[in-house]
């Protein structure tokens, strides 16, 4: 079988994170594993043409980004004090991060939420994690919410 050493975990610091987390400990524990945990903030590079000043939207996902990482430091002191852990937060869009960081880290499973949208939330917003587990080469977990 192969060897699970190395997990990321993608969070978006909803209520339903702290789910994941669980999960994550769970099988970090279990396999003796580390985990890497990845925040992807939006880029939002797309509305650069929106007669938005550019250095407008670079302060705000800077903003975003500074907020992210508190959260970040917030969420692994709550959640992971017992297992090796790395927080990241990334800029960009949130599936394809989430794969460049796990093929970065060399990690061997994915943990990550899903919304459970369906209908025309669906098709507006589509799945993040739907393109996770279509774009990943190693095992993707993932947790659906408690309550939808």
């Known amino acids: 079988m ?7 975990v993608a969070v978006d610091f909803s209520d339903h994170s702290k789910h994941i987390a669980d999960y994550a400990n769970l099988l970090a524990t279990k396999l003796g594993a580390s985990l ?15 007669h938005v000043p550019p250095n407008s939207i670079e302060n705000f996902v800077g903003e975003i ?9 917030a969420f692994l002191t709550t959640n992971f004090s017992d ?9 960009g869009y949130a599936a ?8 970065r ?9 899903t919304h459970g949208r369906k209908g025309i939330d669906r098709i507006l917003f ?16 993932t947790v659906r919410p408690t309550e939808l």
Request: aromatic content about 4%.
């Open 2 to 8: 192969t060897a699970i050493n190395k997990i990321l």
């Open 36 to 50: 890497v945990v990845v925040y992807a903030a939006p880029s939002l590079s797309q509305y650069v043409g929106f």
């Open 65 to 73: 980004v500074s907020g992210a990482e508190k959260s970040m430091e």
């Open 83 to 91: 297992i090796p852990t790395t927080g990241k937060v990334v800029t």
């Open 96 to 103: 394809e991060e989430i794969l460049a960081t796990a093929e």
């Open 105 to 113: 880290e060399g990690v061997d499973m994915i943990i990550m939420g």
């Open 126 to 141: 589509g799945s993040v994690a739907e393109k996770v587990v279509k774009g990943a080469n190693i095992p993707v977990l």
